[in-house]
């Protein structure tokens, strides 16, 4: 297995959907159609894959909760403290964020946050998982998982509200599902070898299609049939940039990616406070914005993703007066 720096193509992706998902949250209010909560899936199966690619033997499981709870807790009390303008104080909402509570995403204060809760039990899961047990036991849970959700999923058309089962629901299922297929992925042994022009250019039409299909599944409402065909979708686009075998994925596995990762996590947790802004302004000129749709959505994605870099900057800066006073 490579090392996980060199999978810097996962980041270009996880890039690409994370934009998708910002412009679902808001588009929708200016009447465009869009399915955009599906490019979720993508980041299940690619933290399901680092879950296993990163694991670490030495790291006990308190420490596995510190280190994750610590990247993104600082994230979390800067949006509920930004949202405290915009939205109506709910203790119980706000402790529901912060202890992770598994619920859904309406009774969380930073309603987006229910990605992070589901994704932080399951890494926990995974990872005892991997300290308690061998591989193979943990293959035949994993797959059981996988298709005991898959099961209640396509028994369902909204995959991120329904089945319910107690505190379980759609999102969670397709937690178990997503990071499940992503470790799967992990077993396959990666090559990477010299390969003919023809299997080059084969790989590189592929990796377009299925990245081009993929994202136009959820703009496009022709080209839209299920969540099913946009999972499977994402499965193979995510097994294809793996491979690393076509022009895609292989130019876009530099370095550069790597350092736009950091600005992922805020840009995703903190998308509420411009978007309510986008919102409040949006209804008091709806024929103005309305003039100008994808000027609108151009600056409105620009003015997501510029906030979230800033509160980046703001908490690295937090988080450096706070350890120079603890010296």
């Not at 036991?137 to 089945?163: C, G, K, N, R």
């Not at 406070?273 to 749709?293: G, H």
Request: charged share 10%; glycine share 4%.
């Amino acid at each position: 297995m490579n090392k996980i720096e060199n999978y810097y193509n996962l980041d270009f992706l996880k890039i690409i959907f994370t934009i998708i998902i910002l412009l679902y949250h808001f588009i929708r209010k200016m009447g465009f159609w869009c399915e955009g909560a599906y490019a979720i899936d993508l980041f299940f199966i690619i933290s399901g894959f680092l879950c296993i690619v990163t694991f670490n033997k030495t790291l006990t499981v308190i420490d596995f909760i510190k280190k994750r709870y610590y990247s993104f807790v600082p994230f979390l009390i800067w949006g509920i403290l930004t949202l405290l303008f915009f939205k109506e104080f709910s203790i119980e909402k706000i402790l529901n964020n912060i202890i992770l509570t598994p619920v859904w995403n309406y009774d969380l204060f930073v309603s987006v946050a229910w990605y992070l809760n589901v994704l932080f039990w399951l890494s926990l899961c995974l990872f005892y998982l991997n300290k308690i047990m061998k591989k193979e036991y943990i293959t035949w849970i994993v797959s059981l998982s996988v298709f005991i959700s898959m099961s209640l999923m396509i028994a369902h058309d909204q995959w991120l509200v329904w089945p319910k089962i107690g505190f379980l629901n759609g999102g969670w299922f397709l937690g178990i599902m997503g990071m499940g297929v992503g470790y799967l992925f992990s077993l396959i042994p990666q090559q990477h070898n010299n390969q003919s022009s023809y299997r080059y250019l084969l790989y590189t039409v592929l990796e377009a299609f299925f990245l081009c299909y993929t994202v136009g599944c959820m703009f496009i409402k022709s080209w839209y049939i299920s969540p099913y065909f946009i999972f499977i979708s994402s499965c193979i686009l995510f097994f294809l940039f793996l491979q690393k075998k076509g022009g895609i994925s292989q130019l876009t596995d530099i370095p550069f990616f790597m350092k736009l990762r950091k600005f992922i996590l805020p840009t995703y947790l903190l998308q509420q406070v411009p978007i309510e802004l986008f919102y409040i302004l949006l209804n008091k000129n709806r024929s103005l914005f309305m003039s100008y749709p994808y000027l609108t959505i151009i600056v409105t994605t620009i003015a997501i993703i510029g906030w979230g870099v800033c509160s980046y900057y703001i908490i690295k800066f937090a988080k450096f007066l706070f350890f120079k006073m603890q010296r």
